[in-house]
């Protein structure tokens, strides 16, 4: 997962260089190579369109009126090999100069949805911050992205399962945790955690009651980032450790409702939580 940002003369060079196809709906061009096709797709990134408008349209009021450029290789080799020139461990880029998107056929739709979704979040999120020349804090901008990621599922998304299912002592203090960059951890089991140490923490501060304090923290963090001061103006915490404090009293809480939900449904296909694994190599997806 990684954005990119390219000068304007340089953008149309690559988009002309493969042989695109094109193919538009109301909110969207979608560009594509090869045979592959893209009817399917359609829809669903209309319906993905529906949650990032109810989501994510107060950081981006374009997105209703532009349309998002969407790329879409037929091949994880073209895409690497692409004018685009992505690192070998990425799966999706997101150009927010260019309102454009770039992703390849994973050959399973859930992947390629939640790619999808997970790259217009930092698209949209993005030129949000871009518009004071800031980038997002990586901890906000990618656990918002898992946060829409995760939705684009019909019943309960892996993330959110995950966190229901993973003991509280693998999350890094929120002390250290506001400090820690996906670059400097060294394992698949670190990235995994932290990314969903990130989801958790957005999931809290955007429960559905806190959308216009969520709003609030990220206008301040734009425009002056100190966290626990940030923390204070928009919600009451005092410090890291007070919202860490009341997160996992919320963590405990969910989990207790998962715990009667399975009493509830024994017997009716539950599946285990599966860890989410990560490649290592600069902490991306």
């Given amino acids: 997962m990684t954005r990119l940002i390219l000068l304007?003369?340089?953008?149309?060079?690559?988009?002309?260089?493969?042989?695109?196809?094109?193919?538009?709906?109301?909110?969207?061009?979608?560009?594509?190579?090869?045979?592959?096709?893209?009817?399917?797709?359609?829809?669903?990134?209309?319906?993905?369109?529906?949650?990032?408008?109810?989501?994510?349209s107060m950081f981006a009021p374009?997105?209703?009126?532009?349309?998002?450029?969407?790329?879409?290789?037929?091949?994880?080799?073209?895409?690497?090999?692409?004018?685009?020139?992505p690192p070998t461990w990425s799966k999706g880029l997101a150009f927010y100069d260019k309102k454009a998107v770039v992703v390849y056929d994973m050959g399973d739709i859930e992947k390629l949805k939640s790619t999808?979704?997970?790259?217009?979040?930092?698209?949209?999120?993005?030129?949000?911050?871009?518009?004071?020349?800031?980038?997002?804090?990586?901890?906000?901008?990618?656990?918002?992205?898992?946060?829409?990621?995760?939705?684009?599922?019909e019943s309960e998304g892996p993330w959110k399962r995950a966190l229901k299912f993973t003991m509280p002592e693998k999350f890094l203090k929120f002390s250290v945790f506001f400090d820690t960059k996906i670059e400097n951890l060294d394992s698949s089991e670190k990235i995994s955690n932290?990314?969903?140490?990130?989801?958790?923490?957005?999931?809290?501060?955007y429960r559905?009651?806190?959308?216009?304090?969520?709003?609030?923290?990220?206008?301040?963090?734009?425009?002056?980032?100190?966290?626990?001061?940030?923390l204070w103006e928009a919600y009451r915490f005092r410090t890291a450790s007070d919202l860490e404090l009341e997160w996992k009293k919320w963590l405990i809480q969910d989990k207790e409702t998962q715990?009667?939900?399975?009493?509830?449904?024994?017997?009716?296909?539950?599946?285990?939580?599966?860890?989410?694994?990560?490649s290592t190599g600069l902490g991306k997806k």
């Fill in 116 to 153: 999808l979704a997970h790259e217009l979040t930092h698209l949209y999120f993005e030129s949000y911050f871009s518009e004071k020349m800031k980038t997002p804090p990586q901890w906000l901008n990618e656990g918002l992205a898992v946060f829409m990621e995760d939705l684009t599922y």
């Fill in 259 to 278: 715990k009667k939900a399975l009493i509830d449904n024994a017997g009716f296909g539950f599946k285990p939580f599966k860890q989410i694994e990560f």
């Fill in 8 to 56: 304007f003369l340089l953008f149309p060079a690559f988009v002309y260089s493969t042989d695109w196809k094109t193919k538009t709906s109301p909110n969207f061009n979608l560009y594509y190579e090869g045979k592959w096709t893209p009817d399917s797709i359609m829809i669903e990134l209309e319906k993905i369109f529906a949650k990032m408008r109810l989501n994510v």
């Fill in 62 to 85: 374009w997105m209703t009126k532009n349309k998002t450029n969407i790329y879409i290789y037929s091949s994880q080799e073209n895409y690497l090999k692409g004018e685009f020139a």
């Fill in 194 to 205: 932290w990314y969903l140490q990130a989801y958790g923490i957005v999931s809290y501060l």
């Fill in 208 to 230: 559905p009651n806190k959308r216009l304090a969520f709003k609030n923290l990220c206008d301040l963090i734009r425009e002056d980032y100190k966290i626990e001061k940030n």
